[in-house]
């Protein structure tokens, strides 16, 4: 499963409860495509995936199983750049949740995500202001070694 593979995740629009969070901020709310180059490294069953264009991301781990199917995942808290509407300060907690199938040949990687986002307002320890979660697909091709 080692090498550079083409990633496109189709992404779906947030749903926000028990609140939409105030306009602004960070994080798109809309459905988009993610299109781009990772890295996928693997010691044993254990698997990483990191970014080469943003190689300050901590890398998403996981492993692999003998049938070839892959869980990875990350977490990532952050205090949003950009104030939300009414001059809101957020901050972030992320987890994202991914499941792929390797094919015959290891050289196409498909499945489904998930993410959560729990938004806090004004301090990162404050109580949950929102919870948004999204659905992505994902198929990886890969590129080189």
Known sequence: ?????QRIDVIAALTCTPQN???GGDIAFEA???NEPVKIAQSGSKLSLSRP????EPADTGSIDMAGKAT???KLSFKEKNLRSGARQ????????????????GTKLTGTGSYVNVLHE?????PVFATCTRSSTI??????T
Request: glycine share 8%; proline share 7%; aromatic share 14%.
């Open 1 to 5: 499963m080692v090498g550079t593979f």
């Open 21 to 23: 969070p105030p306009s």
């Open 32 to 34: 988009y495509t993610l």
């Open 53 to 56: 264009n943003q190689p300050a």
């Open 72 to 74: 990875l995942g990350f």
């Open 90 to 105: 957020f901050y972030v907690d992320v987890t994202g949740t991914f499941v792929l199938d390797r094919s015959a040949d």
């Open 122 to 126: 004004a301090s990162a320890t404050a």
């Open 139 to 144: 198929d990886m091709t890969r590129t080189g």
